[in-house]
């Protein structure tokens, strides 16, 4: 079975400062990709980066950064000089390598993050 | 770029009656998904399908039932509504090639309310 754990229900920060988002996962397949979807307060759900299992370098796109670590089942997320516009549900998923998934996710329960002005 | 679109966006239903939210997409996409999204909670997956013909169970399918007669559409019908069911729904499409999970792509959401 997979499982996908935001520990982090919720997040506040001010302005400017750096926050992580913390996404830990489950899976016996070997192959496996990893998601962050970001869902803004008009409800869609914005994909942001996927990675996968078989490729452990860290990515940066602008302000957003991630970090995948297969020694600790992690895959977080940093948002660094925060924005008020950031402030969004974000959801960490999972996708088994095996045959029979149909390319289906498993979703976290997601990170409400605000940024304050 | 029309991507995948949801109708209705809002509706409110009565308990024991039926409807069916519509999912079109215009982008190919062979796979498509239906999840339901409860308040403060992650999404969980309903149905979903490899190509037209072909669907198969997710987590939560009690209560709903799909189709897939063409590549662009995925309607999700509920039949006997219940308040349970009362939840925002997504539905989605990816694309199955290049070797590897390629990204889903969602709707703007139905947001059902049943009463």
């Known amino acids: 079975a997979q499982k996908v754990t935001q520990a982090q229900t919720e997040i506040s920060v001010v302005e400017k400062e750096d926050v992580t988002l913390d996404c830990v996962y489950e899976t016996r397949d070997t192959t496996y990709y990893l998601f962050w979807y970001k869902q803004p307060p008009s409800g869609e759900l914005v994909f942001l980066i996927r990675r996968n299992s078989f490729d452990e370098q860290n990515e940066i796109s602008g302000r957003y950064s991630w970090n995948f670590q297969k020694s600790t089942s992690s895959f977080n997320f940093t948002i660094t000089a925060s924005q008020v516009v950031d402030s969004a549900v974000y959801f960490c998923?999972?996708?088994?390598?095996?045959?029979?998934?149909?390319?289906?996710?498993?979703f976290g329960e997601g990170t409400q993050l605000t940024v304050n002005p | 770029n029309a991507g995948v679109t949801q109708t209705p966006k809002f509706h409110i239903l009565k308990i024991g009656q039926s409807m069916t939210l519509q999912c079109t997409q215009d982008m190919n996409h062979n796979y498509m998904y239906w999840y339901r999204q409860d308040p403060g909670m992650g999404l969980k997956l309903i149905y979903y399908s490899v190509g037209a013909g072909i669907t198969d169970k997710g987590e939560v399918p009690n209560g709903y039932n799909v189709s897939r007669s063409t590549t662009e559409d995925f309607p999700l019908r509920l039949e006997l509504a219940a308040p349970s069911q009362t939840s925002v729904y997504f539905c989605a499409s990816s694309y199955s090639g290049g070797g590897g999970a390629q990204p889903q792509h969602f709707g703007d959401g139905t947001r059902l309310s049943i009463l």
């Open positions: 998923a999972l996708k088994g390598g095996g045959q029979t998934s149909g390319s289906r996710l498993t």
